[in-house]
């Protein structure tokens, strides 16, 4: 990677024009080396405006993540969880879940939380990859480490996503709604998405790496590389959100809600949940990756986290990784 890349990015954040000239005299460099950084740039996927005489600018302003902002955030708190958090911001990370997993292996201490300025190589459930451009998104993994074994984490999930919506109504955004197991909307199109990755024993203890992207203001180039419906918050807020104040919020959150699934596992937080659920009581239509297909209304979620569906054959339970959920027109 090119050392050059994010400094420039960072400068350039202000979505004005920088002429090349006043870039290389900044970083003391050639202007040479300024063009071969913003090559480097695109090669990532990300857009920069060229043009002559003026110089070069993001196609908008954007707000980046920065280390010391997200640590004031937790800090202007005053509660003691905020002081547990081990943080990095990245510039550029393949998949931070997959970072985390690894340092995961090799002793990383407890909410250890990896978030990086792009992604290339996001990940989603079912093997599906998350898009992201500079400033789009959110995207972090938090490492939590359980007592409990990993077969007792059931709803683990169900419980990160109700963090996520709890923090959304925080900031304003009260349409956010909770999609079982793992996805958060408006509407019928999807804000955010949880991927959890599991390390240790099914006794205990184990370990959690909770990998959340959330997207603030997607461009037109990145929406047209997904293929399902999505949104962003900043087409339903009227303000722009500083993505530092809300990563602060998000960690706290997360880390009440974790606390007490540890101590009362999804039981207690199904009723919250249930009140947020996009699809309760609501007939869907239950896709299985084999292409099956089964019809049902929604009646709710069990403390153990799975959807329960009244079918023409009775309520039946359905667990979390074995399908995925529309709504049935």
């Known amino acids: 990677m090119n050392n050059l890349v994010f400094p420039i990015l960072k400068l350039l954040a202000d979505g004005r024009f920088h ?10 460099v050639t202007r040479a080396s300024v063009w071969n950084a913003i090559q480097a740039a695109e090669s990532l996927g990300i857009e920069i405006f060229s043009v002559r005489g003026r110089g070069y600018r993001l196609p908008q302003a954007v707000q980046l993540l920065e280390k010391d902002a997200v640590q004031q955030a937790l800090g202007s708190n005053a509660l003691p969880q905020a002081q547990a958090f081990t943080l990095q911001v990245l510039d550029e990370i393949d998949s931070t879940n997959r970072y985390l997993m690894q340092q995961a292996g090799q002793g990383a201490p407890h909410a250890s939380v990896v978030a990086a300025l792009l992604q290339t190589q996001g990940r989603g459930r079912r093997g599906r990859s998350w898009q992201a451009a500079l400033g789009a998104g959110l995207t972090f993994s938090l490492l939590w480490r359980f007592q409990l074994g990993a077969a007792a984490l059931s709803g683990l999930s169900l419980a990160v996503g109700l963090a996520l919506v709890r923090t959304l109504h925080q900031f304003g955004l009260q349409s956010a709604r909770l999609k079982w197991p793992n996805d958060v909307l408006i509407g019928e199109r999807k804000l955010a998405g949880i991927l959890i990755e599991l390390q240790g024993d099914m006794e205990g203890p184990s370990a959690a790496v909770i990998g959340i992207g959330l997207n603030l203001q997607l461009p037109p180039a990145t929406r047209a590389r997904i293929d399902q419906l999505v949104t962003d918050i900043a087409s339903h807020l009227p303000v722009t959100i ?30 919250e949940w249930q009140r947020h659920h996009a699809y309760h009581l609501q007939q869907v239509r239950l896709l299985f990756p084999d292409g099956r297909e089964q019809h049902g209304e929604v009646q709710g979620i069990a403390d153990d986290g799975v959807l329960l569906v009244a079918t023409a054959q009775g309520v039946q339970r359905f667990s979390s990784g074995e399908i995925s959920l529309r709504g049935a027109h």
């Open 19 to 28: 002429s090349g000239e006043d870039i290389a005299r900044q970083f003391s």
């Open 242 to 271: 500083n993505p530092n104040e809300l990563l602060g919020q998000l960690l706290l959150q997360l880390s009440s809600v974790l606390q007490q699934f540890e101590q009362q596992g999804f039981a207690g937080l199904g009723a």
